[in-house]
């Protein structure tokens, strides 16, 4: 690859771009205290003292590999935690759907950060982690708005919340799909709707039409107003 000539900013995220993919690989197959810096330069055609008109190192590296992946995906599913303007099941959808595309359009980069976290800088495994957990919020907010609406059924909320991210992240152990010519927002879709059809209501705007079919759905409001009762019961402490 010829060596970068040119300090555009174009060409300093292209540049970047190329030394987080060959991050990706070379920290999968040696870790990342296996791997020096001068393999990171040889890999994009840099010399070593190139690479740091880029990084200031391997920690800066992942620095960026976890930016562009936790802290986005985080960020994502925040907004529209609090987008309350729109349809609560239509959120959720595009909340599990985003998540799948980003895993599908970067599997390598997810398993490295699920395997490569004791090795992170603490400050940044700590943001890692607070990501993490934040998207899990998220996404449970989520479906606590779907379930308040009656768009979402009366499912236990962690419980949901952890099966939709699994759909989701397990796209990083079998995209990109032998035999099948999908893209990852294709993929996205077709799974948000596959995963989505356990827990979103499928009561329609002119009811149901048989017996067991009310009957059920009467379960699902009382169920649902159990649960509300219950979350808006003050707690009593002795």
């Not at 590999?65 to 609090?82: D, I, K, P, Q």
């Not at 909340?95 to 603490?122: K, N």
């Not at 449970?140 to 962690?158: E, N």
Request: aromatic content about 4%; glycine content about 6%; proline content about 6%.
């Amino acid at each position: 690859m010829p060596k970068p000539t040119v300090r555009t900013s174009g060409r300093h995220d292209l540049v970047l771009e190329q030394l987080m993919e060959a991050a990706e690989g070379l920290f999968s197959r040696q870790g990342v205290a296996g791997t020096s810096l001068q393999e990171l330069a040889d890999a994009v055609g840099l010399t070593r003292t190139g690479v740091y008109h880029y990084v200031s190192g391997k920690d800066e590296l992942l620095e960026h590999l976890v930016r562009g992946f936790t802290l986005e995906t985080a960020e994502s599913l925040g907004a529209l935690a609090v987008d309350t303007e729109r349809p609560a099941a239509e959120r959720l959808r595009e909340a599990v759907a985003s998540v799948a595309r980003r895993v599908a359009e970067h599997p390598r980069r997810f398993r490295l950060l699920l395997t490569s976290e004791d090795s992170f800088p603490e400050p940044l495994a700590k943001q890692h982690r607070a990501a993490r957990r934040d998207t899990l919020a998220a996404l449970s907010s989520l479906i606590d708005a779907a379930k308040q609406d009656g768009s979402c059924r009366p499912v236990d909320t962690s419980l949901a919340a952890f099966a939709l991210l699994g759909v989701a992240n397990w796209v990083a152990f079998w995209y990109p799909p032998r035999g099948l010519d999908l893209s990852p927002a294709q993929v996205a879709d077709q799974l948000a709707d596959i995963a989505l059809g356990g827990v979103l209501s499928d009561r329609t705007p002119d009811g149901v039409d048989s017996v067991p079919g009310a009957l059920a759905l009467l379960r699902e409001d009382v169920t649902r107003l159990e649960h509300m009762l219950t979350s808006s019961r003050p707690s009593i402490t002795p």
